[in-house]
């Protein structure tokens, strides 16, 4: 029973603190549908090359909720597909926290930050291109339409109602979407967090102690749990300079907290949805072996 408790305490303690991440961006985007959609899909086309640059700066502060909100905002396409890897890859959420406890040296923490946000800009940007690239060879327009009010027929809140166009209208639908995101997230946490239990992070830990290649494969695959834990697990083992830097990169770029869990939720594009999982993985592992290769140490 009292691990029952401790599962379902961690899980709605996890789930409640994305909550004013959800809430903010969704009166955001409903405040953008309502008000401002005409100057926003302006806004978007003027500012959209910069996207993997701000969104890699700003994804490096230490909290798991961004990344929730930049997966409502691609499925809404207010931002790129490198704006979000960007962001993906840069999240920090339990790590500096972590790190901050056990005072870890500053200046190394600060390097772990700028090399997240290098890797998540960069490869932002070559995936901007890739894609815009794709588009032209295709024939087809580059901007992706700004379509924020997909996601409110999606979760029936009736927020395009001439009716709710009032900032009370506006707050009700930011509501609604943001308390049927919490119950998604809370749901699925709870199962996660009874896996982590069962399985044990002594066992994962083992697991990653083995050759090189698999560890940070086998760190990168931890990483795409949809859950704070384990960037708590990995970061732990590297201070216990069980795992190399390189491995502890691997798992925390593709560690985007509840990021993909959302984005999974509130994308119909299930295919695509995939697809942006294996490319996250795929850029954060390699970039995790490159920081070893390359012998980078702080």
Known sequence: MELILD??????????????????????????????????????????????LLGGMIGIFPQCGFSAA????????????????????????????????????????????????????VAGFIIDLIVHAHHRAKGKAIDDPVRISELCEKEHCHCDDEEDTSLLGIAKSAFVHTFHIFLFVL??????????????????????????????????????????APSVLITTLYMDQMITLGTMMSGLFVGAGI?????????????????????????GTIAGMLVDLFGIAF
Request: with cysteine; proline share 4%.
């Open 259 to 283: 990021g993909l869990l959302v984005l999974f939720r509130v994308n119909s594009e299930k295919k695509e949805n995939i697809n942006i999982a294996i490319l996250l993985f795929l850029v």
């Open 70 to 121: 930049a997966s409502n905002l691609y499925a809404g396409r207010v931002i790129t597909l490198g704006t979000l890897i960007a962001i993906y890859l840069s999240t920090s959420d339990e790590m500096i926290p972590l790190l901050i406890s056990e005072q870890f040296p500053v200046g190394t923490m600060i390097k772990i930050l700028a090399l997240k946000a290098l890797v998540g800009i």
């Open 7 to 52: 599962i379902v305490l961690d899980a709605v303690i996890d789930s409640v603190k994305i909550l004013p991440f959800l809430f903010i961006t969704y009166l955001l985007m409903e405040y953008l549908e309502h008000k401002t959609a005409e100057f926003t899909e302006s806004v978007v086309q003027k500012t959209e090359h910069f996207g993997p």
């Open 187 to 228: 749901g699925l946490t709870l199962v996660l967090n009874a896996i982590i239990e069962v399985v044990g992070e002594d066992n994962l830990a083992v697991l990653l102690k083995t050759n090189p290649i698999i560890s940070h494969i086998l760190a990168g695959l931890i990483g795409l749990i949809p859950n704070c």
